[in-house]
């Protein structure tokens, strides 16, 4: 049970991890281990065959859990949830939220940075 | 089909506690953090010549490097990841995927490890990313204070040296801040020459 009292997955899972992921390795998209999502209405509604993981990452990414929870609460390798939640955001169902990346401007930066800390201070 | 766009504002950021096995990371992410820690995995093709355990065993094959982490909503549109680094140095090169676009990092150390605490810190000032040495004082031991610990990794004047319990939740706290504050300070540098 995760602490907002969802169900999650069980225990480690039987597949053999990349099996889950036709072989691929490689996200599609460039996905910082930190980064949440919002979930778009096509992701809302889409339906997944049996065995498919989508929906539970789906119901994950609604909840605003990281790609790094994505990993550790359905018991996949990081590598693994990159390359699911790099389909799902290619498909259109997840669009990612802001993070510090190569791409941020110095501006943006220094507010992500400004923010973070009032936030700390205030805790 | 059309939707809003993300709100710009909704964020995420990461601040990475660094350190030797044992040193305390995953304590100080607990103390903070407002879950308890989690456990991400990622699978590593194992071909190292090293030292430790696992290099013991015969066949190249794969194995799962581990880091913990935790998460402070900092305001409904923004949430601070902290993610401690899986210990061995072997496994340095998850070590790039944490750093990129971290806000920065503490190092842990702990003074009878200091050789873990001086790859850190070599690791930092090679990617240019912001850092603080936080002396794990667990033992409540006061023998060495950090002043010594600045001397023993010759840390430059720049960088704070401070003292932290990594079990306490303001201390760990205040080691946070430490760290953004002084991002931010030398984020006025980096915009300056880019």
């Given at each position: 049970m995760a602490p907002d009292g969802r169900e999650v997955a069980a225990g480690p899972r039987l597949v053999r991890p990349y099996a889950l992921t036709s072989g691929?390795?490689?996200?599609?998209v460039d996905l910082p281990i930190e980064a949440t999502f919002e979930v778009s209405p096509s992701g809302r509604t889409a339906t997944w065959p049996e065995g498919d993981l989508s929906g539970q990452i789906l119901d994950l990414c609604a909840a605003k859990e990281s790609v790094a929870e994505v990993s550790a609460k359905m018991h996949i390798p990081l590598g693994v949830a990159r390359v699911l939640l790099g389909d799902l955001v290619t498909a259109g169902h997840l669009k990612t939220r802001t993070t510090i990346s190569e791409n941020t401007t110095s501006d943006e930066r220094r507010e992500l940075i400004e923010r973070t800390l009032s936030g700390l201070r205030a805790l | 089909m059309d939707y809003a766009p993300?709100?710009?504002?909704?964020a995420s950021t990461k601040i990475v506690v660094a350190g030797g096995f044992g040193v305390g990371k995953t304590t100080f992410v607990g103390a903070v953090s407002e879950i308890d820690p989690l456990r991400t995995e990622a699978l590593v093709t194992n071909e190292s010549e090293g030292q430790?355990?696992?290099?013991?065993?015969q066949q190249k094959h794969t194995t799962t490097v581990a880091m913990d982490f935790g998460r402070i909503t900092l305001a409904e549109n923004l949430v601070l990841y902290l993610f401690g680094t899986p210990g061995q140095r072997r496994f340095w090169f998850m070590w790039d995927d944490l750093v990129k676009g971290a806000i920065g990092a503490v190092v842990l150390v702990d003074v009878r490890r200091l050789d873990d605490s001086f790859a850190a810190v070599d690791y930092f000032e090679a990617k240019g990313l912001p850092f603080i040495v936080a002396l794990n004082q667990f033992d409540g031991s006061q023998e060495f204070g950090p002043d010594d610990i600045r001397e023993a990794l010759a840390i430059p004047a720049h960088i704070p040296v401070i003292e932290v319990d990594a079990r306490d939740r303001e201390s760990a706290k205040k080691a946070l801040v430490r760290i953004t504050e002084f991002a931010l300070t030398q984020l006025t540098g980096v915009a300056a020459s880019a």
């Amino acid at each position: 049970m995760a602490p907002d009292g969802r169900e999650v997955a069980a225990g480690p899972r039987l597949v053999r991890p990349y099996a889950l992921t036709s072989g691929r390795t490689e996200s599609v998209v460039d996905l910082p281990i930190e980064a949440t999502f919002e979930v778009s209405p096509s992701g809302r509604t889409a339906t997944w065959p049996e065995g498919d993981l989508s929906g539970q990452i789906l119901d994950l990414c609604a909840a605003k859990e990281s790609v790094a929870e994505v990993s550790a609460k359905m018991h996949i390798p990081l590598g693994v949830a990159r390359v699911l939640l790099g389909d799902l955001v290619t498909a259109g169902h997840l669009k990612t939220r802001t993070t510090i990346s190569e791409n941020t401007t110095s501006d943006e930066r220094r507010e992500l940075i400004e923010r973070t800390l009032s936030g700390l201070r205030a805790l | 089909m059309d939707y809003a766009p993300s709100n710009r504002n909704s964020a995420s950021t990461k601040i990475v506690v660094a350190g030797g096995f044992g040193v305390g990371k995953t304590t100080f992410v607990g103390a903070v953090s407002e879950i308890d820690p989690l456990r991400t995995e990622a699978l590593v093709t194992n071909e190292s010549e090293g030292q430790d355990d696992i290099s013991k065993v015969q066949q190249k094959h794969t194995t799962t490097v581990a880091m913990d982490f935790g998460r402070i909503t900092l305001a409904e549109n923004l949430v601070l990841y902290l993610f401690g680094t899986p210990g061995q140095r072997r496994f340095w090169f998850m070590w790039d995927d944490l750093v990129k676009g971290a806000i920065g990092a503490v190092v842990l150390v702990d003074v009878r490890r200091l050789d873990d605490s001086f790859a850190a810190v070599d690791y930092f000032e090679a990617k240019g990313l912001p850092f603080i040495v936080a002396l794990n004082q667990f033992d409540g031991s006061q023998e060495f204070g950090p002043d010594d610990i600045r001397e023993a990794l010759a840390i430059p004047a720049h960088i704070p040296v401070i003292e932290v319990d990594a079990r306490d939740r303001e201390s760990a706290k205040k080691a946070l801040v430490r760290i953004t504050e002084f991002a931010l300070t030398q984020l006025t540098g980096v915009a300056a020459s880019a």
